[in-house]
């Protein structure tokens, strides 16, 4: 069984209680400090401003950046709109929508205002 006395477990566990309240104690007396800034956080707007231009013009001089153009935007456009046109039913579902809200219709439901 429990070779340990009642008394010295007690006892034990007393010595282990008191010292949880002494650290929660100890944690609520201590000051909060506010989180320590550190790299980019450090330096200020236009200094950070400087150093991302610089990275940028890197950037482009290796040849590694990218930039978006109307061409591209107009590329990438036509493959949404053609995945959307795909689905035929969310095609049938947004058609019928733009119909109900003609104003023909809300004429002929008596929703006009």
Do not use: W
Not at 50 to 70: C, D, K, N
């Amino acid at each position: 069984m429990n070779s340990i006395p009642a008394t010295e477990s007690e006892a034990l566990e007393l010595a282990q209680t008191s010292e949880l309240e002494d650290q929660q104690a100890t944690d609520e007396a201590a000051p909060k400090r506010a989180k320590q800034r550190r790299g980019f956080a450090v330096l200020d707007q236009e200094a950070r401003r400087e150093i991302a231009r610089a990275g940028g013009v890197a950037a482009h001089a290796v040849g590694l950046a990218h930039r978006f153009t109307s061409e591209l935007a107009r590329e990438a456009g036509k493959k949404g709109g053609a995945t959307t046109a795909a689905d035929r039913e969310h095609m049938r579902e947004i058609g019928r929508k733009g119909g109900y809200g003609k104003r023909g219709f809300r004429k002929e439901t008596g929703d006009a205002k």
